[in-house]
């Protein structure tokens, strides 16, 4: 503006003094036009730049307000969506606290809720916490229905989730299931660790099954991964289970020679054996074996060898046992004082039975129903039978909150009598058509898995038998 205004001045004030020159001096007109159109031409452009500058800092002064709104709402973007990332790995933290502890419901009811907020590309580790619940309570439907979900969702399942699937089959008990999932992982893009492998080989010993055991351990050799203590353990688990000793003994020998050290559950594993055959004697010294090479026995190796005595009738020797744990530095836990009871139970020692239950209290443990069936049996067992002391000891049961099943009922009847249980049972309100039901389930169950072991076994022992045959 300033430099328009000078023109304009500068015009006004020169007209007059060039009018009176030129009519002084005699100037031709031309010469006078010419001036004028210089000035006004001057004139001109001085507005004209003036005018631009005007507009184009306006146009400059938007621009920018533009872009730093622009730039604002990008940040505010950004950090909104930082805040849900870190909201839901807060999230995601608490999930996973849940599904360690095998809360599925919990786990799922925290998905949903989240599910349409979570990022893209932290899906598959949210669904995955969810399988991982399902895998720690052996759900293994729950689990194929979120993996099902996560197919549909366009997500590709990564080793983790193939781990957790076999996992979920494994604490299941179904061993077809896992090993279907491990055959599905070998036959996927993902590559197969000794994890799977040893997950399936738990569960065949889960179910007693030997020859699955080793096959899927040979398999993992096949493929160049080399077995860890787990998996060797996992496989005399399995010998345990099936009680073939043997087999047990032959599989620690193969986890040393492979130049592996055997840990406390390897040992446990083999003293099973022994108490599922019915020896003492090598339990004792699978014991001693242990703590020998410093393999620290703990409450599960102390009540694995009390097992073995019992079973074997030894009271004396598994009395003296307990007596020694002590020593060790190992607290009983409710299971070794029901084993302990179970030894009273078959001496009918209702009395003995009954002090164990009393130190297990006063050592705040909490009774079980094995512990109170054990010891109806030992009133049972009595001569003469101990029925008041029996029908006291259920009562107690029950006003525990500890509900009775088929077959401690069934062991209260042979105590006390078909008129007795008939009379607590209506008092009680306990539907005993039921319990019978499930009783008769149970029993076939233990029935038919003995069965499964005895066959197991045997033909463990024909496949040595042809090894022996073909080594000649």
């Given at each position: 503006m300033l430099p328009f205004l000078a023109t304009l001045l500068l015009i006004v004030c020169c007209l007059p003094l060039q009018m009176d020159v030129s009519c002084r001096r005699q100037r031709s007109l031309l010469q006078h036009h010419r001036f004028l159109l210089a000035s006004m031409?001057?004139?001109?452009?001085?507005?004209?730049?003036?005018?631009?500058?005007?507009?184009?800092?306006?146009?400059?002064g938007q621009h920018c307000f533009s872009i730093g709104r622009k730039n604002t709402e990008q940040n505010q973007k950004y950090r909104s969506h930082r805040d849900l990332i870190d909201k839901s790995d807060q999230v995601w933290q608490e999930m996973n606290r849940r599904a360690e502890a095998g809360d599925v419901k919990g786990t799922e009811g925290m998905y949903e809720e989240l599910k349409d907020k979570v990022p893209h590309k932290?899906?598959?580790?949210?669904?995955n916490t969810v399988i991982k619940a399902c895998s720690k309570a052996g759900d293994l439907q729950r689990a194929e229905s979120w993996r099902s979900e996560m197919e549909a969702a366009g997500i590709t399942p990564n080793l983790k989730n193939y781990g957790k699937m076999i996992e979920a089959a494994a604490k299941a008990g179904d061993l077809?299931?896992?090993?279907?999932?491990?055959?599905?992982?070998?036959?996927s893009d993902v590559p197969v660790d000794l994890t799977s492998y040893a997950a399936v080989i738990d569960a065949s010993a889960k179910?007693?099954?030997?020859?699955?055991?080793?096959?899927?351990?040979?398999?993992?050799?096949?493929?160049g991964l080399i077995p860890n203590i787990i998996a060797c353990t996992a496989v005399v688990d399995a010998c345990a289970k099936a009680g073939d000793l043997q087999s047990a003994v032959e599989w620690l020998a193969k986890t040393v020679d492979r130049g592996l050290t055997p840990n406390i559950l390897t040992y446990t594993s083999v003293i099973n054996a022994c108490a599922k055959a019915g020896d003492p004697e090598s339990a004792q010294k699978w014991l001693a074996n242990a703590i020998e090479?410093?393999?620290?026995?703990?409450?599960?190796?102390?009540?694995?060898?009390?097992?073995?005595c019992v079973k074997a009738g030894k009271y004396k020797m598994a009395d003296q046992l307990f007596?020694?744990?002590s020593h060790f530095g190992v607290r009983p836990n409710i299971i070794t004082f029901s084993t302990l009871m179970s030894a009273c139970a078959k001496q009918g020692a209702w009395a003995a039975a009954c002090q164990l239950l009393d130190r297990s209290i006063e050592a705040k443990l909490r009774p079980t129903l094995l512990s109170y069936t054990t010891l109806i049996n030992a009133c049972g067992r009595a001569k003469p039978k101990q029925v008041d002391v029996a029908e006291n000891l259920f009562l107690q049961m029950m006003s525990s909150g500890i509900e009775p099943d088929g077959i401690a009922l069934r062991t209260f009847e042979k105590t006390v009598g078909e008129p007795a249980l008939r009379r607590l049972s209506q008092d009680l309100g306990i539907n005993r058509t039921v319990l019978a039901e499930d009783a008769n389930i149970r029993f076939r169950e233990l029935r038919q898995r003995r069965d499964h072991t005895f066959l197991d076994r045997r033909s463990a022992q024909l496949d040595r038998g042809t090894s022996n045959q073909l080594g000649e």
């Amino acid at each position: 503006m300033l430099p328009f205004l000078a023109t304009l001045l500068l015009i006004v004030c020169c007209l007059p003094l060039q009018m009176d020159v030129s009519c002084r001096r005699q100037r031709s007109l031309l010469q006078h036009h010419r001036f004028l159109l210089a000035s006004m031409g001057l004139c001109i452009f001085f507005l004209i730049r003036h005018r631009c500058s005007i507009d184009i800092a306006a146009c400059t002064g938007q621009h920018c307000f533009s872009i730093g709104r622009k730039n604002t709402e990008q940040n505010q973007k950004y950090r909104s969506h930082r805040d849900l990332i870190d909201k839901s790995d807060q999230v995601w933290q608490e999930m996973n606290r849940r599904a360690e502890a095998g809360d599925v419901k919990g786990t799922e009811g925290m998905y949903e809720e989240l599910k349409d907020k979570v990022p893209h590309k932290m899906r598959r580790m949210f669904l995955n916490t969810v399988i991982k619940a399902c895998s720690k309570a052996g759900d293994l439907q729950r689990a194929e229905s979120w993996r099902s979900e996560m197919e549909a969702a366009g997500i590709t399942p990564n080793l983790k989730n193939y781990g957790k699937m076999i996992e979920a089959a494994a604490k299941a008990g179904d061993l077809a299931g896992a090993e279907k999932w491990l055959e599905v992982q070998r036959e996927s893009d993902v590559p197969v660790d000794l994890t799977s492998y040893a997950a399936v080989i738990d569960a065949s010993a889960k179910s007693g099954n030997i020859q699955s055991a080793q096959k899927w351990l040979t398999k993992a050799l096949d493929v160049g991964l080399i077995p860890n203590i787990i998996a060797c353990t996992a496989v005399v688990d399995a010998c345990a289970k099936a009680g073939d000793l043997q087999s047990a003994v032959e599989w620690l020998a193969k986890t040393v020679d492979r130049g592996l050290t055997p840990n406390i559950l390897t040992y446990t594993s083999v003293i099973n054996a022994c108490a599922k055959a019915g020896d003492p004697e090598s339990a004792q010294k699978w014991l001693a074996n242990a703590i020998e090479v410093r393999a620290a026995p703990d409450v599960v190796t102390f009540t694995s060898v009390l097992d073995a005595c019992v079973k074997a009738g030894k009271y004396k020797m598994a009395d003296q046992l307990f007596a020694d744990m002590s020593h060790f530095g190992v607290r009983p836990n409710i299971i070794t004082f029901s084993t302990l009871m179970s030894a009273c139970a078959k001496q009918g020692a209702w009395a003995a039975a009954c002090q164990l239950l009393d130190r297990s209290i006063e050592a705040k443990l909490r009774p079980t129903l094995l512990s109170y069936t054990t010891l109806i049996n030992a009133c049972g067992r009595a001569k003469p039978k101990q029925v008041d002391v029996a029908e006291n000891l259920f009562l107690q049961m029950m006003s525990s909150g500890i509900e009775p099943d088929g077959i401690a009922l069934r062991t209260f009847e042979k105590t006390v009598g078909e008129p007795a249980l008939r009379r607590l049972s209506q008092d009680l309100g306990i539907n005993r058509t039921v319990l019978a039901e499930d009783a008769n389930i149970r029993f076939r169950e233990l029935r038919q898995r003995r069965d499964h072991t005895f066959l197991d076994r045997r033909s463990a022992q024909l496949d040595r038998g042809t090894s022996n045959q073909l080594g000649e």
